[in-house]
């Protein structure tokens, strides 16, 4: 049976342009390259007769171009912003993160005695510090960095670890102070410890560990701190500094400016917690502090600390002081208080022992006072050292009935034997004739307690130091016209105390105590204080007439001052037992015993004055406790400082007169 063949396919041929007119050239089609043989049997397929048309790209090509402008429109904008409207605060902020800048503490001066031996130096310290941003789980690889680093620097610094913490905690932060003026001792331990952390954080870097590192941001910052070589000694007058080694207290506080010098400064550029060397520094060198040389001798300071604080001990008494003054120049060569305290170690002082009471302390003197009202007795020519006195058990003055310290018989005293025994009613006879009136007499007695510097400050400007209490003489009380010339109603401070006896030592002239005797600069130049003021109080003649007579307070057999007896030395001094304002209860309790004196006493050269407070334990007579500590001052202070022996013996004066002489 014959094939049938299919129906043969027609292909439409291509079309003739609509614009092509006749006679005119049919334009050839152009050559088309088939992209592969027809296959056989299959006609090639004609195209269509309708051509393809391809959408328009200028929307497009707007859209995008439009898209591209406002992109780079906001990075111009941007840029701006950066570049100019905000340049200065990320500047800043660049540099804040890449400089760190801290102080460079200035050296503190030393505080020295009088012969250069320190008492108050300054050693190597170093101040622990972080950067609180390599803390952060980014910089440390650890998530929990501030907390592991707190942990294990809390017990080496001695500082609580949530404080620590807290100050890591700070990603913002560059530099946090973590403990100030640690030993080297510290300082090692804690770079040990860093560089253990190093090692493991290596070790685990290379077994594909994160390499967390939680002690990288701990550093340190070299500085000084503050030491006292001879423990409590004259830690009254040295005071103390606080832990950013400013004076707290004493002539650390007083000083602080001389002492502390001017701070530097150092800025320089770090990476990763180390400085890079070769970016700019700069560097304010710090200028150290002025050494100051006190007028304090170091040995008989320790020899009148270790006098009262025994006798404090003893006595079970408050607290006691000890004063020693050159009388020809006024400086303090000791000031010594009981109990104490050590500066290199507060944290075992007593709050109440930690100031200077030796200036601080305001207590009625008693008999020691006594002086004064001679003094002005004797100035004024109301008296003389022989003037006869008779002096009942009792004596009615005012609203009260005055008795002396034990009864006795009526006694025959010269007034020279009136302050040889003490006696408080003697001495307000006597006092009783500096006016035709009471009035007239308390006037002239407050002239001359003010002349010897009661009620005002001593001149030493040291922190805390009460003037004293002295009223007006139109204020005084009934019983205050006749208290105040025996030392009961006026208020002093030990430093005043011994201040009257070295007016008298120095020929009636008071001396404005002193403290310092100079400065040295970081030029290592010595500046010499300021001389004291000077002031005349009573004449010479007085002076030598009261001295004459405060031998009899030790030399004479009938005397209350036997126990400060210095073989070799002629010696002049004066007991007193006071009732004492109690300041807790208020109102009179215990009693201040005290004695005060000078010696050579016909050559002068050297003041002691001691006071006890409120002894509890055996006696309570200023002559009895006080005295022997002036004593084993008074001798240390004499074989001290190299004073001859006295050259000639005392004039007796007379104490007491047979009635009708």
């Known amino acids: 049976m014959p094939s049938k063949e299919p129906p043969r396919r027609r292909v439409p041929g291509p079309a003739r342009p609509r614009s092509a007119a006749p006679g005119q050239a049919r334009p050839r089609p152009a050559s088309r390259r088939p992209s592969s043989a027809a296959p056989r049997g299959h006609a090639p397929r004609r195209p269509s007769s309708r051509p393809l048309?391809?959408?328009?790209?200028?929307?497009?090509?707007?859209?995008?171009?439009?898209?591209?402008?406002?992109?780079?429109?906001?990075?111009?904008?941007?840029?701006?912003?950066?570049?100019?409207?905000?340049?200065?605060?990320?500047?800043?902020?660049?540099?804040?993160?890449?400089?760190?800048?801290?102080?460079?503490?200035?050296?503190?001066?030393?505080?020295?005695?009088?012969?250069?031996?320190?008492?108050?130096?300054?050693?190597?310290?170093?101040?622990?510090?972080?950067?609180?941003?390599?803390?952060?789980?980014?910089?440390?690889?650890?998530?929990?960095?501030?907390?592991?680093?707190?942990?294990?620097?809390?017990?080496?610094?001695?500082?609580?670890?949530?404080?620590?913490?807290?100050?890591?905690?700070?990603?913002?932060?560059?530099?946090?102070?973590?403990?100030?003026?640690?030993?080297?001792?510290?300082?090692?331990?804690?770079?040990?410890?860093?560089?253990?952390?190093?090692?493991?954080?290596?070790?685990?870097?290379?077994?594909?560990?994160?390499?967390?590192?939680?002690?990288?941001?701990?550093?340190?910052?070299?500085?000084?701190?503050?030491?006292?070589?001879?423990?409590?000694?004259?830690?009254?007058?040295?005071?103390?500094?606080?832990?950013?080694?400013?004076?707290?207290?004493?002539?650390?506080?007083?000083?602080?400016?001389?002492?502390?010098?001017?701070?530097?400064?150092?800025?320089?550029?770090?990476?990763?917690?180390?400085?890079?060397?070769?970016?700019?520094?700069?560097?304010?060198?710090?200028?150290?502090?002025?050494?100051?040389?006190?007028?304090?001798?170091?040995?008989?300071?320790?020899?009148?600390?270790?006098?009262?604080?025994?006798?404090?001990?003893?006595?079970?008494?408050?607290?006691?002081?000890?004063?020693?003054?050159?009388?020809?120049?006024?400086?303090?060569?000791?000031?010594?208080?009981?109990?104490?305290?050590?500066?290199?170690?507060?944290?075992?002082?007593?709050?109440?022992?930690?100031?200077?009471?030796?200036?601080?302390?305001?207590?009625?003197?008693?008999?020691?006072?006594?002086?004064?009202?001679?003094?002005?007795?004797?100035?004024?020519?109301?008296?003389?050292?022989?003037?006869?006195?008779?002096?009942?058990?009792?004596?009615?003055?005012?609203?009260?009935?005055?008795?002396?310290?034990?009864?006795?018989?009526?006694w025959y005293l010269t007034l020279n034997g009136v302050l040889a025994k003490s006696s408080n009613i003697g001495t307000i006879l006597a006092t009783g004739q500096l006016g035709k009136t009471q009035a007239a007499a308390n006037k002239v007695l407050y002239s001359y307690l003010r002349k010897f510097g009661i009620g005002s400050p001593t001149g030493l400007d040291y922190p805390g130091e009460t003037p004293g209490i002295l009223a007006r003489p139109q204020d005084w009380s009934t019983s205050q016209q006749y208290t105040i010339p025996f030392g009961q109603g006026l208020s002093l401070n030990a430093m005043q105390a011994a201040s009257v006896y070295s007016t008298i030592a120095n020929g009636g002239v008071r001396i404005q105590p002193t403290l310092v005797r100079g400065t040295k600069g970081a030029d290592g130049r010595f500046t010499p204080a300021d001389a004291p003021e000077q002031t005349r109080v009573v004449s010479e003649k007085t002076a030598k007439s009261l001295a004459r007579m405060l031998e009899s307070v030790v030399g004479d057999e009938e005397g209350t001052g036997t126990k400060a007896r210095i073989p070799g030395y002629r010696v002049a001094g004066k007991t007193g037992t006071a009732n004492r304002v109690d300041p807790v209860r208020g109102g009179y309790h215990g009693y201040t015993a005290s004695f005060a004196g000078f010696a050579p006493s016909d050559n002068p050269q050297i003041t002691v004055y001691c006071a006890i407070q409120n002894p509890t334990k055996g006696s309570y007579f200023g002559g009895q406790i006080c005295g022997p500590i002036y004593k084993q001052v008074m001798e240390f202070a004499l074989k001290t400082l190299q004073i001859a022996p006295s050259g000639s013996k005392p004039a007796r004066l007379p104490v007491s007169f047979q009635p009708g002489e």
């Not at 001066?109 to 803390?135: C, H, Q, W």
């Not at 300082?187 to 594909?208: C, H, P, R, T």
């Not at 003054?325 to 010594?336: I, K």
């Open 53 to 410: 048309r391809l959408g328009s790209p200028r929307p497009r090509l707007r859209l995008v171009s439009l898209a591209l402008t406002l992109v780079m429109l906001a990075f111009v904008v941007r840029l701006l912003q950066v570049q100019a409207v905000d340049a200065s605060a990320y500047a800043a902020k660049a540099e804040k993160n890449r400089y760190l800048e801290y102080t460079i503490s200035a050296e503190r001066g030393e505080i020295t005695d009088r012969s250069g031996i320190a008492l108050a130096t300054s050693v190597d310290a170093y101040n622990i510090t972080a950067d609180p941003k390599m803390f952060t789980p980014e910089d440390s690889k650890a998530p929990d960095a501030p907390q592991q680093a707190a942990a294990l620097l809390a017990p080496i610094l001695g500082v609580d670890a949530e404080e620590l913490t807290e100050k890591l905690s700070k990603p913002n932060s560059r530099y946090a102070v973590l403990a100030r003026r640690q030993t080297p001792q510290v300082w090692k331990q804690i770079k040990d410890l860093k560089s253990v952390f190093a090692e493991k954080a290596q070790k685990d870097k290379a077994d594909g560990g994160t390499g967390a590192n939680v002690l990288a941001g701990v550093f340190q910052e070299a500085t000084t701190k503050r030491v006292y070589p001879n423990g409590g000694l004259a830690a009254g007058i040295l005071g103390y500094v606080n832990a950013e080694g400013r004076g707290a207290g004493g002539l650390e506080s007083q000083l602080d400016q001389e002492l502390a010098g001017k701070d530097g400064e150092i800025k320089y550029a770090q990476s990763g917690g180390r400085r890079v060397p070769t970016a700019g520094t700069r560097e304010v060198p710090a200028v150290a502090g002025s050494d100051i040389e006190l007028t304090i001798d170091r040995d008989i300071q320790w020899a009148a600390q270790q006098a009262i604080s025994k006798q404090v001990k003893k006595s079970k008494a408050d607290r006691g002081y000890v004063i020693v003054q050159n009388a020809r120049t006024g400086e303090v060569l000791a000031m010594a208080n009981a109990p104490g305290f050590d500066p290199n170690d507060l944290s075992q002082a007593d709050a109440a022992s930690l100031g200077n009471a030796a200036l601080q302390d305001v207590y009625e003197p008693g008999s020691t006072s006594k002086v004064m009202s001679m003094a002005a007795v004797l100035e004024e020519k109301a008296a003389g050292p022989g003037t006869h006195v008779t002096v009942p058990n009792r004596l009615h003055r005012g609203d009260r009935l005055f008795r002396d310290d034990i009864d006795h018989i009526t």
